[in-house]
């Protein structure tokens, strides 16, 4: 439970921390991806409008006479409020506009007034246009009276010794809609992105943390189960030790050989736990040596061969009839390898079984050899098949059997995948289990 809720922690932290630099960059990006576009869209506004005024002021420089209608048309297409001034007073351009009301002539001081302490500031040979006759100065403000922003323009024609302006307005409102527009769209997909992290990064973390959270679930299983399968033996041993005080000589030996046999199941467990620790390090050496495979299994029929004629189980051996090449590995491991593959057979056999031990070259002679351990015993279940070779696993029903401690082939499995080889495991079509090792030459 504890591990339990050490993962859930560490799994929010991971999807915390995958998920929040992610959203921080994401946000970032967009932030500077807006102000580039913003920026970009300011100023192509004006300088379209800058056009528009040369535009006008061309135009207006070829003319005698400046055309109400032509000035309506202009106002009406680009959104512009335009003014024209004489001797200072604002009047009517266009006949839509019946009378300066309050508000244009609101507007047009101060659009004029930006427009003069703009003039005071800047030397006059910076106007940005000038023409004999005719000079216009671009600028920028903002109303005090509506806060509303505007591009201006005033076009100075003197003609004739008389002085006529032209003020022309460009609104920024349309410009901030489209803005606020665009802002509004980066938050929503900013969200979404935000959310669809959150989302993968839970997902993602929870991948990458499972693994680690089996494999400290099977550790503790596994110590449960080890410090389970020490105290027995130890018990037995100290239970014995007590008595051996008080026994006479007779019962002594009796005491002394049941010491001995618990020693050594001791001993078998933790060999195999230092074997296992071992080939999770570099320490796990094969010593490889040109040995001959049939001798091996050999050897492996002659060791387990009592053990078989005691349980009533028949054991065969069969080597191929030609030759064989020697086999460069290291025979104490394989020798090992063998021997848990038919100490297993043995225990999951029932009597007046079979076992064979069969060596043979593989389909390709070039793959090496093949080792099988055919059994008809009580067979493995497809879900077992999946996790037999993993370290510290057992299926439910050996967990009561003594001596098993779900680490035999987790250990062939390191030692064959150390000499480059394969262990697989498949289904007896008699009952029973095939275990293959492919070994090369
Ligand atoms: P154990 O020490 O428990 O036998 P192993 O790693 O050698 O551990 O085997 C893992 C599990 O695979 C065993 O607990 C058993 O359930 C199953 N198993 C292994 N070999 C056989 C077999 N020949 N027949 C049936 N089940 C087997």
């Known amino acids: 439970m504890k591990g339990f809720i050490m993962f859930r922690k560490a799994h ?47 135009s207006l420089e070829q003319s005698t006479y400046v055309s109400m209608q032509w000035l309506a048309k202009i106002e009406a297409q680009n959104g512009y ?5 004489d001797n200072g007073v604002p009047f009517l351009h266009n006949t839509l506009r019946s009378k300066i009301d309050y508000d244009s002539q609101l507007l047009f001081d101060e659009s004029l007034a930006t427009h003069n302490s703009m003039l005071q500031i800047e030397a ?28 201006g323009s005033l076009i100075h024609i003197e003609h004739n010794a ?133 001798t091996l299994c050999l050897n492996a029929y002659e060791a387990f061969e009592p053990l078989c004629r005691q349980k009533n189980i ?8 030609v030759p064989l090449a020697r086999c460069n590995c290291d025979p104490d491991r394989i020798s090992q390898v063998l ?24 389909k390709d002679r070039r793959a090496g050899f093949e080792i099988t351990v055919t059994d008809t015993g009580i067979g493995i279940s497809a879900e077992d098949k999946r996790h037999i070779f993993d370290r510290f696993y057992r299926a439910e029903k050996s967990r009561s059997t003594k001596g098993h401690f779900g680490l035999g082939l987790a250990i062939a499995h390191e030692i064959v995948t150390a000499h480059h080889g394969k262990i697989t495991v498949q289904d007896n079509p008699k009952g029973g289990s095939v275990f293959v090792v492919r070994l090369p030459e």
């Open 12 to 58: 929010l932290l991971f999807t915390l921390l995958c998920a929040g630099s992610t959203t921080a960059i994401t946000i970032i990006m967009s932030l500077l991806y807006l102000q580039v576009a913003e920026k970009s869209l300011y100023d192509s506004r004006f300088r379209s409008f800058q056009n528009d005024v040369s535009t006008i002021t061309a």
């Open 339 to 362: 021997s848990i593959l038919l100490h297993n057979a043995v225990s999951y056999t029932p009597e007046n079984g079979k076992i064979e031990l069969k060596l043979s070259y593989h």
């Open 124 to 151: 006059p040979d910076t106007r940005s246009n000038s023409y004999s006759g005719i000079w216009h100065a671009e600028y920028e403000f903002t109303s005090p009276s509506t806060s509303d922003s505007y591009y």
């Open 314 to 321: 028949a054991l065969s051996l069969s080597l191929p009839e």
């Open 81 to 85: 409020v335009i003014f024209i001034v």
């Open 162 to 294: 008389a002085l006529s302006q032209i003020m022309i307005l460009c609104p920024q409102t349309t410009m901030h809609t489209s803005i606020l527009h665009q802002r509004t769209l980066f938050l929503l997909i900013d969200l979404a992105a935000v959310t669809a992290l959150f989302i993968f990064s839970w997902i993602f973390t929870g991948r990458l943390l499972k693994p680690l959270q089996e494999n400290q679930e099977n550790q503790m299983q596994f110590m449960a189960a080890a410090s389970h399968e020490l105290r027995t033996p130890l018990s037995v041993i100290l239970a014995s030790h007590e008595c051996c005080l008080s026994a006479s000589d007779e019962e002594r030996a009796g005491f002394s050989h049941t010491i001995r046999k618990e020693g050594r199941r001791m001993n078998n467990l933790i060999n195999d736990m230092l074997t296992l620790a071992r080939s999770g390090t570099s320490r796990f050496l094969i010593e490889r040596r040109s040995v001959e495979p049939d």
